[in-house]
T-cell receptor, first 119, second 111 residues
């Protein structure tokens, strides 16, 4: 149980285009999903917290108009990188918090990541 | 904000050796997780361990919350253990599950 999928697993796009990444919890409901970015040889940095049915909460320094997040259901969150540029090239990872484990003592389950390359 | 420090940053072992990875954190935490990121980038949950000791096969972990550190033990290491090991915590004062990651330990196990 507790499987999270991401699609696509990798994407190459031209500068100026937009890219949408999907994050799905396959066997549980997730009221909260998280989006992280990881540059090569670095740790994961939280970009935003996505709550079902409400606006996402962005971390300081993350442009909300550039990284659009939609959490339309309890099993799906999407991240759209708008007008992508080469500096947006990175590994994007989502995680989901199991609704049934709501409370202080719970765990996050991570998707396999999406590698974005902007030419 | 909360700081999470992991040591060592890099570790090279021969297959069969044992190792200990350390995670220090600067404030009280509600949640502490250990992850293994494999060479393809997938983060694998190893332990949810805000306190106490847990074991799973060749891996075990101990968190001493009062002293603000956690240890991950790997025994009889195998080449498939290679990858980056991350410690991540949730600050006690936060209401959500916002994880803060350490910088990771890059483990290489040679045959």
């Amino acid at each position: 149980g507790a499987v999270v999928s991401q699609h696509p697993s990798w994407v190459i796009c031209k500068s100026g285009t937009s890219v949408k990444i999907e994050c799905r919890s396959l066997d549980f409901q997730a009221t909260t999903m998280f989006w992280y970015r990881q540059f090569p040889k670095q740790s994961l940095m939280l970009m935003a917290t996505s709550n079902e049915g409400s606006k996402a909460t962005y971390e300081q320094g993350v442009e909300k108009d550039k990284f659009l997040i939609n959490h339309a259901s309890l099993t799906l969150s999407t991240l759209t990188v708008t007008s992508a540029h080469p500096e947006d090239s990175s590994f994007y990872i989502c995680s989901a918090r199991n609704l049934l484990n709501r409370g202080l003592w719970d765990t996050q389950y991570f998707g396999p990541g999406t590698r974005l390359t902007v030419l | 904000g909360i700081q999470v420090e992991q040591s060592p940053p890099d570790l090279i072992l021969q297959e069969g050796a044992n190792s200990t990875l350390r995670c220090n954190f600067s404030d009280s935490v509600n949640n502490l997780q250990w992850f293994h990121q494999n060479p393809w980038g997938q983060l694998i949950n190893l332990f949810y361990i805000p306190s106490g000791t847990k074991q799973n096969g060749r891996l075990s972990a101990t968190t001493v919350a009062t002293e603000r550190y956690s240890l991950l033990y790997i025994s009889s290491s195998q080449t498939t253990d290679s990858g980056v090991y991350f410690c991540a915590v949730v600050l006690r004062e936060t209401s959500g599950s916002r994880l803060t990651f350490g910088e990771g330990t890059q483990l290489t196990v040679n045959p």
